[in-house]
């Protein structure tokens, strides 16, 4: 039994997390300014994106994506029930109404083909909101294809999927092209392989990450930067009645020192995310997560299935179980259509999308995160064994 609580998933911030932070302290500049410029244009470097403009929140990105391609009362968006509601949420501040549709049981992502019927059932559609769950990439040939015959906008849920690659392409580039336009919504919660505590970042096209960075301060055609330097202006005009959703320069500043260490802590995740694999590929009562050919995953979140059939406990008791380890787990996601605010509104029952539904009842999501020693996984594979061996049917 271990001594100490295994945590789900906690940042890993190093000491030149640390330093920068200290430095943007010590500087003259701790609101939006040099670093965040830097960051933006690093990350975009990083995943091969057109632009990049850094946010507070990645729930702040995809709703700037939906206000400037134009999003709002009397359309509808297309989208998926397994997820975190912020995805579902922007549609519905927008003004604008969520068609959800069911997901693929074998990755959870949403099933492409529901999609096109969604599309073709729904004349105010004007935009898909796909979710790259888990780290492990949409199937975007397909969306693409729809939206491009139907002449919709996509916008990408990446919280998840940095730095997953659907056929050699980053999440992130965006594949859209001239005909279809496409944003990427990015989040680095505490819990994200790239984290600046809360913060975000949207990926796209430079007219529509010009227009959003605009929206995202106030409607402001000037920011602080660019108001108080040397070289700035002390006028602006407010041109939109816009949000407040920029990053600071001290959020920046472990985002910098993040994307530096990505690639190292990346690797670690695939090698945890590994191990679990092998270790659980024996174990008859359990179904590891499904990684298809053609993705490089993101490795963030490591859900394990139960096939609850050949067990005498539910999720519930599974997860409390491990806590009995002193192992943290949680559920992803509880799918937005059970929660109180849309069941009601539109109500929806829970079979109305029945993959989403039955495989949340027996997903448990394992900790994954680069700080986990070898020791640490094999407690978890260990726990997960015990617990499948006293309550096997």
């Known amino acids: 039994m271990r001594s100490?609580?295994?945590?789900?998933?906690p940042p890993a911030l190093g000491e030149e997390e640390i330093a920068?932070?200290?430095?943007?302290?010590?500087?003259?500049?701790?609101?939006?300014?040099p670093r965040v410029a830097r960051f933006e244009r690093d990350f975009a470097d990083y995943v091969g994106a057109p632009a990049a403009l850094a946010v507070n929140s990645g729930t702040s990105a995809m709703h700037l994506a939906l206000v400037v391609l134009g999003i709002g009362a009397g359309d509808a968006v297309v989208t998926t029930p397994m997820t975190f509601c912020s995805s579902v949420h922007v549609i519905e501040h927008t003004g604008a109404r969520p068609v959800l549709v069911d997901v693929d049981r074998r990755t959870l992502n949403i099933d492409p083909d529901r999609v096109e019927a969604a599309v073709k059932a729904t004349?105010?559609?004007?935009?898909?909101?796909?979710?790259?769950?888990?780290?492990?990439?949409?199937?975007?040939?397909?969306?693409?294809e729809v939206a491009r015959s139907a002449g919709l906008a996509l916008v990408e849920d990446a919280a998840h999927s940095l730095p997953a690659t659907y056929k050699g392409r980053m999440v992130g580039a965006t594949q859209g092209g001239d005909d279809v336009p496409d944003l990427a919504a990015f989040s680095f919660y505490a819990t994200k392989n790239l984290t600046t505590a809360e913060g975000g970042m949207?990926?796209?096209?430079?007219?529509?990450?010009?227009?959003?960075?605009?929206?995202?301060?106030?409607?402001?055609s000037r920011d602080a930067y660019q108001r108080y330097t040397e070289q700035g202006s002390w006028f602006y005009e407010v041109v939109e009645a816009g949000f407040k959703y920029n990053m600071t320069d001290i959020q920046a500043a472990l985002g910098l020192q993040q994307l530096k260490r990505l690639a190292v802590s990346q690797e670690r995740r695939r090698q945890i995310f590994e191990r679990y694999d092998r270790a659980f590929a024996g174990i008859e009562e359990v179904e590891p997560p499904t990684q298809l050919?053609?993705?490089?995953?993101?490795?963030?979140?490591?859900?394990?299935?139960?096939?609850?059939?050949?067990l005498k406990i539910d999720r519930a008791r599974f997860i409390a179980e491990l806590r009995d380890f002193k192992i943290g787990a949680s559920v992803h996601f509880i799918p937005v259509h059970l929660h109180p605010y849309y069941r009601d509104k539109y109500g929806y029952k829970p079979d109305d999308f029945p993959v989403a539904h039955g495989e949340y009842l027996r997903m448990v999501s394992l900790p994954l995160h680069p700080r986990m020693t070898d020791a640490d996984v094999d407690d978890v594979v260990d726990a997960v064994s015990t617990i499948v061996d006293r309550e096997r049917r």
């Open 4 to 9: 100490e609580f295994l945590a789900f998933s």
């Open 293 to 310: 050919p053609e993705v490089e995953h993101a490795h963030h979140l490591y859900v394990l299935r139960l096939k609850l059939e050949m």
């Open 20 to 33: 920068e932070v200290v430095a943007t302290l010590r500087s003259d500049w701790i609101t939006t300014g």
């Open 123 to 144: 004349k105010s559609v004007r935009a898909v909101l796909p979710v790259h769950l888990y780290g492990h990439p949409v199937e975007m040939d397909s969306i693409l």
């Open 202 to 220: 949207l990926t796209g096209a430079q007219d529509l990450i010009d227009k959003a960075r605009v929206w995202g301060l106030h409607g402001m």
